[in-house]
């Protein structure tokens, strides 16, 4: 996701907010000796810590194979069991076609919920055509963040630029109507 959009977010609604950004493939070891061996190195320490204590967490996770990197999902199993209950999550994904949206819903979402995060109910995808071009990624990342914010105590004013309250639309919708599609397809 985006953490300037996401940044300017809160602070337009009024929220001063620290934010630290985890790359967890930075742990890639310590994470596999935490899984092997359940010590965890003082640098992964530190890092869970910081998840631990803070007031809410973006999570953002490539897609491959229609699931959660690995090592995404390897740094919340290692995680402590009750360290994010009651914490504000809101999830995101990236991946290449917006079929690959439903690893929102199918796996970041049941494990957010196994382990008592109260998860933002909008996420955000991000498919490759969301990349380079104009296209309505700012716009949902707002909607999220909005979201976001009552869950942190924060009621918001306005919604960040780009943002409307208009119903998302859905890329994966027809275009048309299917008697329309019917009538083409009979030439």
């Known amino acids: 996701m985006r953490i300037t959009a996401v940044s300017a977010g809160l602070v337009e609604a009024g929220v001063e907010a620290q934010i630290d950004v985890v790359e967890v493939r930075d742990h890639a070891h310590d ?11 003082a640098a992964l320490g530190a890092v869970l810590d910081r998840v631990a204590t803070s007031d809410a967490l973006v ?9 959660p990197a690995g090592l995404f999902q390897m740094f919340f199993e290692v995680l402590d069991k009750d360290a994010l209950v009651g914490k504000p999550v809101l999830i995101g994904a990236t ?13 970041l979402l049941p494990m957010f919920h196994y382990l008592h995060a109260l998860v933002v109910p909008v996420s955000v995808f991000a498919a490759t055509d969301d990349w380079g071009g104009s296209s309505g990624l700012d716009a949902r990342i707002g909607r999220a963040v909005n979201a976001l914010l009552p869950l942190l105590g924060v009621r918001p004013g306005q919604p960040p630029e780009g943002a409307d309250r208009a119903a998302p639309s859905d890329d994966l919708t027809l275009t048309a109507d299917f008697e329309q599609m019917m009538r083409a397809l009979g030439h």
Do not use: I, Y
């Open 59 to 67: 999570v953002v996770t490539p897609v491959f194979n229609a699931h």
């Open 31 to 41: 994470l596999v000796n935490a899984e092997l061996t359940g010590m965890r190195s």
């Open 95 to 107: 991946g290449g076609s917006a079929r690959h949206s439903l690893v929102l819903d199918q796996d």
